[in-house]
């Protein structure tokens, strides 16, 4: 009778023996992040101006922004590093921010992923 009534505490501490040993790794929790493959640094030159030249000079360079982009202007590094809370926030279309590229679809996964990771690096003109 002594046993039966540990059993369960005996099950109980095994299990959490067991499972705490689980090794988790950034791959496996956030595949999306490694499906795109990038330099350590992104390079504004190389990867983010094509990105933003295809996807948002059309309204927002120095030329189009006084007329089409709300006087926004996003064609130099510090000028689109300068937004970059809110311009995560658009090219995600999150609630509450105008969905970017206006009238248009979603940047690509990988696009997306380049420009935060790009801001989140600190705007580098490189």
């Known amino acids: 009778m002594g046993f039966s009534n540990k059993h369960p505490l005996i099950l109980l501490i095994l299990t959490l023996t067991l499972t705490s040993c689980y090794y988790d790794n950034e791959e496996d929790l956030y595949p999306s ?5 990038f330099n350590s640094t992104l390079s504004y030159q190389n990867e ?3 990105i933003i030249a295809t996807n ?3 309204c927002h360079s120095n ?8 006087n926004i202007v996003l064609d130099t590094p510090y000028l689109l590093f300068s937004k970059g809370t809110e311009v995560i926030n658009v090219i995600n279309h999150n609630n509450g921010f105008s969905p970017m590229p206006k009238n248009g679809n979603k940047l690509g996964k990988c696009d997306i992923i380049a420009i935060e990771t790009w801001i989140n690096q600190g705007g ?3």
């Open 48 to 50: 983010i101006r094509p």
């Open 63 to 70: 030329v189009t922004a006084p007329t089409l982009g709300n």
């Open 33 to 37: 992040r490694f499906e795109c493959e």
């Open 124 to 126: 580098n003109d490189n």
């Open 56 to 58: 948002c000079d059309k």
